[in-house]
């Protein structure tokens, strides 16, 4: 009954900047922690950000520096402030969140928004 909603995808200039949103809905309680997986064709799906409920960020080492998240409670959406764009960064991203939804706690995933980056 949760769903997420990913937008912000889209094709950009290396050394661009694209902001990705992830919207949820339905029947949360509380969201535990919120994060954006990335998947290349022929790739194995890699996690490149997560905003734990603790409170602490972890970064995939090629996005660094580079891509940020963060999380506006209020609307139960998480952001990937994503810059200085290479094309290595071209991937479908999915964003996936811990929900507690008042009867059991699982995760979920978005259907995933398309970033390429090419000039």
């Known amino acids: 009954q949760v769903q997420l909603e990913e937008s912000g995808g889209g094709l950009v200039q290396p050394g661009g900047s694209l902001r990705l949103s992830c919207a949820a809905s339905?029947?949360?309680?509380?969201?535990?922690?919120m994060g954006w997986y990335r998947q290349a064709p022929g790739k194995e799906r890699e996690l490149v950000a997560q905003?734990?409920?603790?409170?602490?960020?972890t970064y995939a080492d090629s996005v660094k520096g580079r891509f940020t998240i963060s999380r506006d409670y209020a609307k139960n959406t998480a952001y990937l402030q994503m810059n200085s764009l290479k094309p290595e960064d071209t991937a479908v991203y999915s964003c996936n969140a811990d929900v507690t939804d008042g009867l059991s706690r699982r995760g979920y995933w978005g259907q995933g928004t398309q970033v390429t980056v090419s000039s």
């Open positions: 339905g029947p949360i309680f509380r969201i535990n922690a």
């Open positions: 905003h734990l409920h603790s409170g602490v960020l």
